[in-house]
DNA sequence: CTGTATCTCAGGGTTTACCCCGATAAAAAA
DNA sequence: TTTTTTATCGGGGTAAACCCTGAGATACAG
């Protein structure tokens, strides 16, 4: 029988190196290719066998969900599993939404990623505890399609997370103040916070706003 | 020449194995011993003769820095380099105190961690690049004695980034709103911010609070 | 012993945030 | 075309944040 061929897609290098030879140590696994970038992945992609992929999500140039996404348009049978360290929210959904047939938190252990490997190149999903736990939980929490932020909204997401109060908001949008309280109320429903603390590290947690 | 023997202490078990497999191809190293926990280090630290430990430094039960700090009373010749998946700010002072002699992080290359491992037990330091920014980031952006932060200005910053208001600290911390308020003042003054959402952009900026 | 830093607390004030309620007009979607 | 979403604005209120001043207790270093 044929082994499975695995590339692994990871910016961190002790930890792709060490998957290297941890897959390699299974009976009909085999890694065909890796790299530490997702744009040589998307580049070679046609020239090598591979049947499943594990693709880290934060990474340099090209991150993993655009990687998953270009990568299923070339080849749409490929089977995809994201490999994260995070349990992030943000991530994994959108990450489903490229089109993974897995997720598994670096945090596993080798026979909970050699069962996802097994299952989803058997044409099954695999997702880790965590996820599963928290996807129970958004649909409880925040139904996702109604609480989208609009426009305006994360316009003034970065306006507040500067620092600006209301009135100064108002006086560089041209628009009441009352206006901007709205928005701010609006804001902290959807975000599921209390306060403009509560707002700034969602922001930054769910990537509306960047530091450094 | 006897191989150094090196322990891992990290609760992730693919980072781990895979390590394990990566330090065990390289010429004059050798794993002796490996734990997700680090407790089980602290008690069969006697029963092993090793060298080298590398440690993570989020850990359940016994996290890196007490581990460290334990591990060194008991045998004070034991090199430890601490093994850590944030450059956060917090921890790595708190491990450099504990006694570590190196900081490496694990987006490093197996090149990086050989080296470190080698420049400290031939009895020198190691430290990654981005650590050394961070320090002298730190000493060049407040170098000012008057400006650094007390222990309980920063408790009361965490709990700020939580989004507790004043009155609901003052109830944690068993103190009235008014001191609450005075702290938040004299952090405002240190951190040059104007209010809360000022605050918490420098907190996280500054890795007074992790965000994920 | 004396200055300095830290932590504590208070009065009394202004400003801002936050929460109800309701409303209109335009744009987008159904 | 009807409905929904988005963006706009207001009244009127309470709670919280923020500012200024002053001050007592303790602990620590010079």
Redo the contacts with the bound molecule.
Sequence with gaps: MMDIQIAVIDDHDLFREGLKLVLNQVEGFHVAYDTSNGYHFLETLNNIPIDMALMDIEMPVINGIQATGKALQVKPDLKIIALSMFSDTSHYTQMIHAGVRGFVLKKANKFELEQAIRTVHQGGNYFSQEILKKLAFRYTDQPSD?D?L????IEIIAL?CQG????EI?GQ?H?????V??????I?LKANV????G?IVWAIKNQYYTVQ
Excluded: D, P, W
């Design positions: 109604r989208q609009t426009g305006r909204e507040i600006l109060t209301s009135y108002s949008l628009i009441s103040v009352k206006t309280e709205t928005h701010r109320s609006n902290f209390k306060n403009t603390a707002l």
